[in-house]
């Protein structure tokens, strides 16, 4: 055990921190050292986007001196910010979220600041809203997404609904950074600061929301479309069946077994609508009800998943950039089919994201911009060009979308409600979303992508996930499953690299550990460290064209292989 370490542990054994967590200290120094020195080797980081963490004791997990530090820190900055302050506080399911928002909210507070605290759980994207929506300065919301039930997180927003962008984030951090001690933490006080916020919110939120419909007419007609939708014990069942009634169906059936919020995800190990195992239940009843549409929303209800009858009738998954491909050429077509589309229209994408939508945009005549992974950056780029350009729609690949520019984070309400929209629009047609997935791939190209996350965990998995990067950057690949690499884009150094002329360009992004691999046929391969998880990401993008609908199993057994390949050939392995 290391210096720090001992120092850590010894200044919460003597200063001000509570009898049970001393008590519990005593505990692990007998029976668990090794998690004891885990607990506390380091400071648990305020990243760009604020805490994540397991909860428990110690400097390097969630608990109420961390975030106490934490709150501490960033109301300092807001009042060296603003003339006078207010901020809204949400949290989601999760065990403890609720007390730690209490927490949040005791020390904006006593700090002088006007706090709107939600009475119950709510959605991470009801959150953003609410700053826009209630003039406030900031906000923070307490969840952990889609981690595992023994993560709490820590979400911090700025006066525009969205996260932490530079300079603001790197300020914040710094002033976090300056909280040495829990005795500078302002834990009570001025508690007439604090307002309740609830259901007329939530009204004002939802009306919103059924603003964004294009076809309400085909809505009505199909009102009887048949859902299932499971919030996977989280906090869409708050809002998800009441904006789905608003947009009028009245046959959505929610999956009992997943229905009740509970921090605890007694059905599945990770509450993440990505992984099939998640939507399993989910899936059995839709094929039982023989169903039109799955949803499934994490607790905090930003991402989405979605479940459809796939060519053949079976019931597949979506991936991320398949439902992304769906929702911005529906809300593409369908505005210029309904005559609302505008000249300055944009919609926004990430770098990793499937590149279809560029060439989805382009050849409608819509302007596409590319961001660094994360929300954050879409609202930032939305604040950039509102008084220029008008917003229709966001996403990323992580099942994440942003409808409209009332919410600056993804949004699974809205996601919901549009996506049932589309597959109303579809089964009008006597189609199903698959069938207009099939279409896209034909008319505008068939791109096919997959994730992969190689997970390096404890002390030594940063400094694995380290050396991978580095390893890549000293020495990059020449070739890739048989093809050379043409282009090598680092954004960590702001370069585009032709590796065959050996000319560099900038790229014009904020800098971050992201390297693409730009493949001579056409192929493309991103590698980023996780920003909130131990893991390493590796974004396969692979494309050729469908000129009919009979050649996509053939197709896209191709693709597939062919990513099988690339990532044989990078050996890449879980």
């Keep these: 055990m290391d ?32 998690g004891l020195e885990d607990a506390f080797y380091k400071d ?105 039930k023994e993560y709490n997180g820590y979400k911090a927003y700025w006066d525009d609904g969205g996260q932490l962008v530079p300079p603001h984030d790197k300020n914040v951090i710094a002033e976090v950074e300056k909280i040495k001690n829990i005795d500078d933490v302002k834990w009570s006080g001025h508690e007439e600061n604090i307002m309740i916020i609830g259901t ?13 419909s294009i076809n309400p007419d085909i809505c009505e007609r199909q009102r009887n479309l048949k859902i299932v939708y499971t919030p996977i014990h989280g906090t869409g069942i708050k809002l998800v069946p009441k904006s789905l009634r608003n947009y009028g169906f009245t046959n959505v059936n929610i999956v009992k077994e997943q229905s009740e919020t509970d921090g605890n995800f007694p059905t599945v190990v990770y509450p993440n609508p990505e992984e099939k195992e998640t939507m399993s239940i989910g899936l059995k009843h839709a094929r039982e009800l023989d169903a039109d549409i799955l949803l499934g929303t994490d607790p905090d209800a930003d991402r989405v998943g979605v479940g459809v009858k796939d060519n053949h009738g079976e019931w597949v998954l979506m991936n991320g950039n398949q439902t992304l491909l769906l929702a911005f050429t529906y809300m593409i077509e369908s505005r210029k089919e309904r005559g609302v589309a505008r000249p300055n229209d944009m919609v926004v994408k990430t770098i990793v994201t499937t590149d279809l939508v560029d060439r989805i945009a382009a050849q409608n005549g819509v302007t596409c911009y590319n961001t660094l992974t994360g929300f954050k950056w879409i609202a930032s780029l939305i604040r950039a060009k509102e008084k220029s350009e008008h917003y229709v729609i966001g996403g990323e690949e992580s099942f994440g979308l942003m409808i409209g520019d009332k919410v600056r984070d993804k949004d699974s309400i809205s996601a919901v409600s549009i996506i049932c929209e589309m597959a109303a629009v579809e089964k009008d047609k006597g189609r199903t979303l698959f069938e207009k997935l099939i279409d896209i791939y034909q008319k505008y190209g068939f791109y096919y992508e997959e994730l992969l996350s190689i997970t390096r965990k404890g002390m030594n998995g940063a400094k694995e996930i380290a050396e ?34 050996g000319k560099v360009t900038p790229l014009d992004f904020p800098k971050s550990n992201v390297l693409q691999f730009i493949l001579e046929n056409g192929d493309k391969i991103s590698a980023r460290p996780s920003g909130t998880e131990p893991k390493i990401k590796f974004y396969f993008s692979v494309n050729t064209d469908l000129k009919d609908a009979s050649e996509f199993d053939v197709k896209l057994k191709h693709l597939r292989d062919r990513i099988g390949t690339i990532t044989e050939s990078m050996g890449l392995k879980k």
């Excluded at 200044?11 to 005593?26: F, V």
């Excluded at 307490?142 to 981690?147: C, E, F, G, Q, R």
């Excluded at 890549?472 to 590796?499: F, H, M, T, W």
């Design 3 to 34: 210096i720090k370490t001992e120092n850590n542990i010894k200044e919460w054994l003597q200063g001000n921190y509570d009898e049970e967590s001393k008590n519990e200290i005593r505990r692990m120094q007998q029976e668990d050292p090794a």
């Design 44 to 148: 648990l980081e305020f990243g760009t986007g604020g805490l994540r963490g397991i909860m428990g004791i110690g400097t390097n997990r969630m608990n109420k001196y961390t975030i106490g530090k934490a709150t501490q820190g960033y109301a300092n900055y807001l009042k060296q910010n603003f003339k006078s302050v207010k901020v809204a506080i949400a949290f989601d399911v999760r065990n403890n979220s609720q007390e730690f928002a209490q927490i949040v909210a005791n020390i904006f507070a006593a700090n002088g600041i006007i706090v709107y605290l939600f009475e119950s759980c709510r959605p991470t994207p009801e959150l953003s809203f609410s700053i826009r929506t209630l003039g406030c300065q900031g906000g923070v919301v307490l969840t952990a997404s889609h981690n595992p």
């Design 200 to 212: 007329e919110m939530d009204q004002r939120y939802l009306e919103m929301v059924k603003g964004l």
């Design 468 to 501: 991978m990067m580095q390893g890549y950057r000293n020495n990059p690949p020449k070739e890739i499953a048989g093809s050379k690499v043409v282009r090598l884009l680092d954004y960590d150094i702001l370069q585009s690299k032709d590796i065959l002329t």
